[in-house]
């Protein structure tokens, strides 16, 4: 007989952890619907479908209107801020995707859902199930029972916890887990707005329950209480018999047990696979549904549902239809070039074109180390051309060389998805890809910074099609992934034609929608040009000093050994530094240097940076602590991993730079992430110190002084700031002089350092808490130094409210060259989620901004050495900063140029500087 095993969820707990998980990085489609509730939703429920096989599962909703609690105390949860707007519109969606899983949704009119959960929990319990209730509210504890458990999802990951009576009785030191309601009732709960008794915690709450057994034990004998405590429990005997009804679980909801109800069902894929398609949960679908078979004919229209239509009766279709097309639903000519005849038509053609589009086939991701399997071009839609490439080299480079002219025509449009890959494949077969160029995956990042951008998603939600994707040819990643080589030809022209061909078909597309948002100077004189200035750097590469970092390596690992030991000193005992567990156990319960230590979710002490940085000053063993971190995070990320990265055939470090990741338009690096480079302290400096120009070259760096500092004077048209760097005064200085109302010749170290934090702090929105904590100062004195702030810079405080206020207006906000950044919770009505979005309106122009003129300044200087004919090379962008390796000869008219470039690469109203230096390595230059 199966197991009788019954999941019960809240699902409004889930619906909200699910959204605040995504808060930083939302998941948004391209209709600009955010989906981080539906998609962590659908996440959560697939998680426990699968780990847990229910045999019975019900999903518990808080009916709209007021329940029971709400009729017997007005100001229940009045404080709670408004339902973020987000929520709001996913839960018709989650309802209707539940209702696709064939489980059914319990709501009851006047009561919660944790009230109907603890109801049909203790039916179940009587009828011999085993219930699980899946929620991270701690209130549930009260219905654990032997048969009756919490399954709480834990924080941060998809792992979950199972709680149940000893579980429950251990958490709040209980006899039994009903007395979690004494506890409540006692401490009250401010997310509910339960009063409970004033100046009772949950440490008293429990001490009380402990003692007495229950509330109403309690108030029968506050003569054994002393003090204040009597006086506040007898002062409040109604309150807190008050809380505790409000605090308590029903478990008499009218709702009738039916287990046949909730027994658990099939999947209704079709209805299913509608919502995802809609939601544009692609990945998602094919993970729960498996990937099916495309039925879509050119003679038969498919179903498209609106998820806010009724949806069809699911006895309507017995096929599965997808709202995509895909090759074999539509007429297409794609050709095999596989001899002379063909080729030579097909160059001629591409030598003869205003433009065409076209991709590399390779034998791997890198393009530094990657061989051609083949080329495909597409110079009209639906009609394709791929051209196998011979394995020998030889060949291969005499095949490839034949499109030589076509592809270095300095007069045609080249048109790709990641061009950047393809020129750098070709140019490890002689080819400079010259001309304009189209880049499809860079136009829709302007368009939509912070979606997916490749190819396969882009086809699907610009021309609904399906892409033959790659594991279709050379199957799941792994040890018996094939190489495009062992592709038979015949698959492999299909799927490589589609790509140069669905390319063409996306610049068609995005062309317009640049044209309709304002975004091609952004595209066609900025980004476009970038391309080829980081495809160069990339295929330079930077040198690594193997040697230095080796010595690096020694002096580290011998630095971690002298901190632990000076760490076992201040324990006085050894233990495994490495165990956060560890760590907080001598921290919190040997030391005892935080009486109010919080722990994670788990039971262990947290000792994260965040907190060990404010328990600093409290004992000298924390700051070893933090030390020992930080210098074992740069022995395993840099000195130990760089030699690896090394390429055997160049001796270099090709770092990738990536210019469609960061939403504020900042190019990042990868593989290694060379921008993260700790340089605040001497261990950190010194890796730079391995990174070394090519022979009988020297290393130059230049670097933009306070750019954002300057933009935000630039864009507020501060009178005070603008006077201050035109005047070419220290800027942190003379705001320290400003603020504090003083000379600039007595402002002091420390006044300067705070005068710096607030500085840069209020371009990120700091707040006076944030202020605060970081320059460790009394709350006071950070609101003092923030007010002072905007006396002296006022329209700064204006920009900061302007730029708001234009958020709200267009629902975007835009950096000096038109850069988008969309903020679609601006007007949320939830503080939380709107401050957010108000942060970003201020600092997104400024940093975006900051993004374009380095951008700018790169393709100039670039232009600039290739017209003089350098030999100089740009090697390394790292945010605001450009480094060179340089011919000795060359040096001064490097640095006039790069100088000239980055100061003049855009006009604000204070001037741009750039500092450089020279030396045999990065430390020295830098």
């Known amino acids: 007989m199966q197991e009788k095993k019954l999941f019960l969820l809240d699902a409004y707990a889930l619906i909200y952890r699910s959204y605040y998980a995504f808060i930083k990085n939302p998941r948004i489609n391209s209709k600009g619907v955010n989906t981080s509730a539906i998609f962590g939703f659908v996440n959560t429920l697939e998680d426990v479908l699968k780990k847990e096989n229910p045999s019975h599962i019900a999903v518990g909703f808080d009916p709209s209107g007021p329940t029971f609690r709400h009729e017997a105390y007005e100001l229940?949860?009045?404080?709670?801020?408004?339902?973020?707007?987000?929520?709001?519109?996913?839960?018709?969606?989650?309802?209707?995707?539940?209702?696709?899983?064939?489980?059914?949704?319990?709501?009851?009119?006047?009561?919660?859902?944790?009230?109907?959960?603890?109801?049909?929990?203790?039916?179940?319990?009587?009828?011999?199930?085993?219930?699980?209730?899946?929620?991270?509210?701690?209130?549930?504890?009260?219905?654990?029972?032997?048969?009756?458990?919490?399954?709480?999802?834990?924080?941060?990951?998809?792992?979950?916890?199972?709680?149940?009576?000893?579980?429950?009785?251990?958490?709040?030191?209980?006899?039994?887990?009903?007395?979690?309601?004494?506890?409540?009732?006692?401490?009250?709960?401010?997310?509910?707005?339960?009063?409970?008794?004033?100046?009772?915690?949950?440490?008293?709450?429990?001490?009380?329950?402990?003692?007495?057994?229950?509330?109403?034990?309690?108030?029968?004998?506050?003569?054994?209480?002393?003090?204040?405590?009597?006086?506040?429990?007898?002062?409040?005997?109604?309150?807190?018999?008050?809380?505790?009804?409000?605090?308590?679980?029903?478990?008499?909801?009218?709702?009738?047990?039916?287990?046949?109800?909730?027994?658990?069902?099939?999947?209704?894929?079709?209805?299913?696979?509608?919502?995802?398609?809609e939601l544009e949960f692609r990945n998602l679908a094919d993970r729960v549904l498996g990937t099916t078979v495309n039925k879509t004919t050119v003679s038969k229209t498919p179903i498209q549902a609106s998820l806010f239509d009724v949806f069809p009766d699911e006895n309507t279709e017995e096929e599965k239809y997808s709202i995509l097309s895909e090759l074999k639903t539509i007429e297409h000519d794609y050709q095999i070039i596989d001899n002379e005849n063909k080729i030579s038509d097909l160059i001629t053609e591409l030598e003869n074109a205003e433009y065409f589009a076209f991709d590399t086939e390779t034998t791997g991701i890198d393009p530094i180390s990657a061989e051609l399997v083949g080329m495909s071009f597409a110079l009209q839609?639906?009609?394709?051309?791929?051209?196998?490439?011979?394995?020998?080299?030889?060949?291969?480079?005499?095949?490839?060389?034949?499109?030589?002219?076509?592809?270095?025509?300095?007069?045609?449009?080249?048109?790709?998805?990641?061009?950047?890959?393809?020129?750098?494949?070709?140019?490890?077969?002689?080819?400079?890809?010259?001309?304009?160029?189209?880049?499809?995956?860079?136009?829709?990042?302007?368009?939509?910074?912070?979606?997916?951008?490749?190819?396969?998603?882009?086809?699907?939600?610009?021309?609904?099609?399906?892409?033959?994707?790659?594991?279709?040819?050379?199957?799941?990643?792994?040890?018996?992934?094939?190489?495009?080589?062992?592709?038979?030809?015949?698959?492999?022209?299909?799927?490589?034609?589609?790509?140069?061909?669905?390319?063409?078909?996306?610049?068609?597309?995005?062309?317009?929608?640049?044209?309709?948002?304002?975004?091609?100077?952004?595209?066609?004189?900025?980004?476009?040009?970038?391309?080829?200035?980081?495809?160069?750097?990339?295929?330079?590469?930077?040198?690594?000093?193997?040697?230095?970092?080796?010595?690096?390596?020694?002096?580290?690992?011998?630095?971690?050994?002298?901190?632990?030991?000076?760490?076992?000193?201040?324990?006085?005992?050894?233990?495994?530094?490495?165990?956060?567990?560890?760590?907080?156990?001598?921290?919190?319960e040997r030391l005892k240097i935080d009486e109010k230590a919080k722990k994670t979710k788990t039971g262990q002490y947290s000792t994260t940076e965040e907190i060990l940085e404010k328990l600093r000053s409290k004992h000298p063993i924390v700051g070893k602590i933090l030390e020992q971190r930080g210098v074992k995070k740069l022995l395993s990320t840099y000195v130990n991993a760089l030699p690896e990265l090394i390429n055997p055939k160049t001796g270099k470090i090709h770092t990738s730079f990536n210019q469609t990741v960061t939403a504020t338009g900042r190019l990042s690096s990868s593989n290694p992430n060379l921008q993260n480079i700790p340089i605040r302290d001497s261990e950190g400096r010194e890796i730079r110190r391995a990174f070394i120009p090519d022979d009988r070259c020297l290393f130059f760096s230049a670097d933009y002084s306070q750019i954002e500092l300057r933009i935000m004077a630039d864009l507020s048209e501060d009178p005070n700031?603008?006077?201050?760097?035109?005047?070419?005064?220290?800027?942190?200085?003379?705001?320290?002089?400003?603020?504090?109302?003083?000379?600039?010749?007595?402002?002091?170290?420390?006044?300067?350092?705070?005068?710096?934090?607030?500085?840069?702090?209020?371009?990120?929105?700091?707040?006076?808490?944030?202020?605060?904590?970081?320059?460790?100062?009394?709350?006071?004195?950070?609101?003092?130094?923030?007010n002072g702030y905007f006396e002296t810079y006022p329209h700064i405080k204006e920009y900061m409210d302007k730029s708001i206020q234009i958020a709200r207006e267009k629902g975007y906000v835009e950096t000096i060259s038109g850069r988008k950044r969309m903020l679609p919770d601006i007007n949320s009505k939830n503080s939380i989620v709107r401050g957010y979005a108000e942060r970003n309106a201020i600092n997104a122009p400024i940093q975006g901004s900051a993004a374009d003129i380095i951008k700018i300044a790169?393709?100039?200087?670039?232009?600039?050495?290739?017209?003089?004919?350098?030999?100089?090379?740009?090697?390394?962008?790292?945010?605001?900063?450009?480094?060179?390796?340089?011919?000795?000869?060359e040096i001064e008219i490097v640095e006039h140029i790069v100088k000239e470039e980055m100061e003049n690469a855009y006009q604000l109203k204070v001037p741009l500087i750039a500092d450089s230096g020279i030396g045999k390595n990065w430390l020295e230059a830098h």
């Open 858 to 889: 790169m393709v100039r200087i670039f232009d600039r050495f290739e017209k003089n004919g350098l030999k100089a090379r740009m090697i390394l962008q790292v945010h605001d900063e450009l480094n060179f390796s340089v011919p000795e000869n």
């Open 381 to 588: 839609e639906n009609k394709a051309f791929y051209v196998p490439i011979p394995t020998e080299r030889d060949k291969a480079n005499q095949l490839v060389n034949k499109f030589k002219n076509a592809l270095e025509n300095t007069n045609s449009l080249k048109i790709g998805q990641n061009i950047k890959y393809d020129y750098i494949v070709l140019r490890n077969y002689g080819i400079t890809v010259k001309g304009k160029f189209f880049d499809t995956m860079v136009a829709h990042y302007l368009l939509q910074p912070e979606q997916r951008h490749n190819m396969d998603y882009l086809a699907e939600i610009y021309l609904k099609y399906k892409t033959v994707h790659i594991e279709e040819l050379i199957g799941p990643k792994g040890k018996n992934q094939l190489s495009m080589r062992q592709v038979p030809i015949e698959k492999i022209s299909e799927y490589a034609a589609e790509d140069a061909d669905i390319t063409l078909k996306l610049k068609n597309v995005f062309e317009k929608e640049l044209k309709k948002e304002g975004l091609e100077p952004l595209f066609y004189s900025i980004e476009m040009p970038l391309i080829r200035v980081l495809a160069e750097m990339e295929i330079t590469g930077v040198r690594v000093d193997t040697e230095a970092l080796r010595q690096s390596s020694i002096l580290l690992t011998e630095k971690v050994l002298q901190l632990e030991q000076e760490i076992y000193q201040l324990a006085g005992t050894e233990f495994n530094v490495s165990s956060a567990r560890q760590v907080g156990e001598v921290l919190f």
């Open 76 to 277: 229940y949860k009045a404080q709670r801020e408004e339902t973020p707007e987000v929520i709001r519109q996913s839960v018709p969606i989650i309802k209707e995707i539940i209702k696709a899983y064939n489980i059914p949704i319990i709501e009851v009119p006047g009561f919660e859902a944790d009230d109907v959960i603890g109801t049909l929990a203790k039916l179940a319990e009587k009828e011999g199930f085993d219930t699980y209730m899946m929620t991270p509210d701690k209130d549930y504890g009260q219905l654990v029972s032997p048969h009756i458990f919490i399954y709480k999802p834990k924080f941060g990951g998809g792992d979950f916890e199972v709680r149940g009576v000893e579980e429950i009785k251990q958490k709040f030191s209980i006899e039994r887990p009903e007395q979690v309601i004494d506890i409540l009732g006692l401490m009250g709960d401010a997310s509910d707005n339960i009063p409970g008794c004033p100046g009772v915690g949950e440490k008293t709450a429990i001490k009380l329950v402990n003692e007495f057994g229950s509330i109403e034990n309690l108030l029968c004998c506050t003569d054994q209480l002393k003090g204040a405590l009597r006086k506040k429990v007898e002062e409040n005997k109604q309150q807190i018999e008050f809380s505790k009804f409000l605090a308590t679980i029903k478990t008499d909801v009218p709702i009738i047990f039916n287990e046949k109800e909730l027994l658990r069902e099939a999947i209704n894929e079709i209805r299913l696979r509608e919502i995802f398609e």
């Open 721 to 786: 700031m603008i006077e201050a760097f035109t005047s070419g005064k220290d800027i942190h200085a003379a705001t320290a002089a400003k603020i504090y109302k003083i000379p600039i010749e007595e402002v002091t170290p420390n006044m300067r350092r705070k005068a710096k934090t607030a500085n840069f702090g209020i371009i990120y929105g700091i707040s006076v808490f944030g202020l605060s904590d970081r320059l460790n100062i009394p709350r006071s004195e950070a609101k003092e130094l923030i």
